[in-house]
T-cell receptor
Framework: ETGVTQTPRHLVMGMTNKKSLKCEQH?????MYWYKQSAKKPLELMFV???????ENNSVPSRFSPECPNSSHLFLHLHTLQPEDSALYLC??????????????FGPGTRLTVT | SQKIEQNSEALNIQEGKTATLTCNYT??????LQWYRQDPGRGPVFLLL?????KEKRKERLKVTFDTTLKQSLFHITASQPADSATYLC??????????FGSGTKLNVKP
């Protein structure tokens, strides 16, 4: 266990559905991240929150909407997704993203399938 | 932006041998580089970090080298075991909060 949990682990949704992914970290870290991992592709950074403020939005379509109500919780709200959005969505946390060498702790991911 | 290249073909080696994985990057040299391990159905797990002023870093059976002239890092697992079979990712941090990962190299250690 890395101290980062994600729910649900698997999600199948239609293109017209609205769903949310949840991430919780128990490490007392100050930063949280959402990544997308597609087969044979590098991890793609989607969003970064530092001290509950969004500091990075990596040109992600508006059908993905993050929310960080406190430093321990991170959500990714999904609506009107496309089949190409099917992927493994990983949440991560780190102590201090402003310091170099800040290692990241990842959750197990949510396997999302859009039908 | 930074581009990271890892060998996309799986590396198959015999138990007990040394596995060597390569990470090449373009553009600027980062201040440091990280290696992660990822098992199927799981998130990546941090293994090692090496700074630009370090040529080599070791942790148990793991060794990482960093050559800023070649823009390359090598990741070695000595006395490999079947339990080392996984996908290994290298990662660089760019400007604040921006992390770049390679697509990973899958290692298969056969008994």
């Amino acid at each position: 266990e890395t101290g980062v949990t994600q729910t649900p682990r698997h999600l199948v949704m239609g293109m017209t559905n609205k769903k949310s992914l949840k991430c919780e970290q128990h490490l007392g870290h100050n930063a949280m991240y959402w990544y997308k991992q597609s087969a044979k592709k590098p991890l793609e950074l989607m969003f970064v929150y530092s001290l509950e403020e969004r500091v990075e939005n990596n040109s992600v379509p508006s059908r993905f909407s993050p929310e960080c109500p406190n430093s321990s919780h991170l959500f990714l709200h999904l609506h009107t997704l496309q089949p190409e959005d099917s992927a493994l969505y990983l949440c991560a946390s780190s102590q201090d993203p402003t310091s170099k060498g800040d290692e990241q702790y990842f959750g197990p991911g949510t396997r999302l399938t859009v039908t | 932006s930074q581009k990271i290249e890892q060998n996309s073909e799986a590396l198959n080696i015999q138990e007990g041998k040394t596995a060597t994985l390569t990470c090449n990057y373009t553009n600027y040299s980062p201040a440091y580089l990280q290696w992660y391990r990822q098992d199927p159905g799981r998130g990546p797990v941090f293994l090692l970090l090496i700074r630009e002023n370090e040529k080599e870093k070791r942790k148990e059976r793991l060794k990482v080298t960093f050559d800023t002239t070649l823009k390359q890092s090598l990741f070695h697992i000595t006395a490999s075991q079947p339990a080392d079979s996984a996908t290994y990712l290298c990662a660089l941090q760019g400007v604040l909060n921006k992390f770049y990962f390679g697509s990973g190299t899958k290692l298969n250690v056969k008994p």
